[in-house]
């Protein structure tokens, strides 16, 4: 979906989509903007995307675990390219610091008593070893995938 379409959104419609607050997307935007006047005052090709595109493509992949395919076949542009904006994306907001989450430290510092942990866990496979094995063991004891 490129921002064109979700411009006209009520804020909580665009939210439910982005994930994120129409206030919060154009804070970034603007830092995007910033970085890539730096990046394009060296020269060099326009960029195919719309920064605002850029950025919507960029919290695709986060928000909904898409792969580069997906997202590529859906901006019209190859895996590579799609994956060297989202990187750029990444890099550039992580890099400003705005949106950064306290580190470690500031959260021992903090008065405050924390009640709940959420703790994020995928089920991923163990990776078996090849050799020395019994001819007859498969290594998915159990699997039931």
Not at 91 to 104: A, Y
Request: glycine residues 6%.
């Amino acid at each position: 979906m490129k921002y064109e379409n979700l411009k006209g959104y009520p804020e909580e419609k665009f939210r439910r989509i982005t994930g994120v607050k129409r206030k919060t997307f154009d804070k970034m935007l603007e830092i995007l903007q910033v970085a890539e006047m730096a990046r394009r005052s060296k020269g060099g090709p326009k960029p195919k995307l719309l920064l605002e595109d850029q950025l919507l493509a960029t919290l695709e992949y986060l928000r909904e675990y898409r792969t580069y395919a997906h997202i590529a076949v859906g901006y019209g542009l190859s895996e590579s390219q799609i994956f060297r904006i989202i990187r750029w994306v990444e890099d550039t907001l992580i890099n400003d610091g705005t949106f950064s989450l306290p580190g470690r430290k500031e959260l021992l510092k903090s008065d405050f008593e924390y009640e709940i942990v959420v703790v994020d866990t995928t089920e991923t496979p163990i990776e078996r070893p090849r050799n020395k094995q019994k001819f007859y063991y498969s290594g998915k004891k159990n699997d039931t995938q």
